[in-house]
């Protein structure tokens, strides 16, 4: 990954956790000082590395892993903020990535019960708990968005 690419990756990061959202591609060129074409640029090569998710436009942030930029039905609530996660493997990653505790509203896709973890000192409330996914891990990036 090229410097300048390692740069925007970060600054996309630090502005989806300081905004609370997704940043769009113009807030950062504006931090970076980079035209928006440059922003946009490196965002593409960094989809393509898989260091983040752009949306079917290639324009805007779909997902900076483990936070999603669209609603999802895994909600999070951490450092004073509810976040939505893309799956709920990222519900547990948005707590490590922000290193604090937390809370993860999702639900069960088989039964569609409610499921309610709280993460305290990195370790979850209910240790009973599975994650599974129905698409192999080395075919993920086939398809992230439905994976």
Not at 15 to 24: N, S
Not at 74 to 99: E, K, M, S, T, Y
Not at 109 to 125: F, G, T
Request: hydrophobic share 45%; proline share 5%; charged share 20%.
């Amino acid at each position: 990954m090229e410097a300048a690419d390692l740069q925007v990756r970060n600054t996309t990061y630090h502005g989806f956790v300081e905004l609370g959202r997704a940043p769009v591609v113009g807030e950062i060129a504006g931090r970076l000082q980079m035209s928006v074409a440059e922003v946009g640029a490196s965002w593409q090569r960094l989809h393509g590395l898989h260091a983040l998710v752009l949306d079917g436009d290639g324009s805007s942030l779909r997902m900076a892993n483990p936070f999603s930029a669209v609603p999802t039905r895994h909600r999070v609530r951490a450092d004073g903020r509810w976040w939505f996660a893309n799956c709920a493997w990222d519900a547990f990653g948005i707590c490590a990535a922000l290193h604090v505790d937390g809370h993860i509203s999702s639900v069960c896709p088989d039964c569609s019960e409610p499921i309610e973890i709280d993460l305290v000192a990195e370790q979850p409330s209910d240790t009973s708990l599975l994650f599974h996914s129905i698409v192999p891990a080395a075919r993920w990036w086939d398809d992230i968005v439905f994976t």
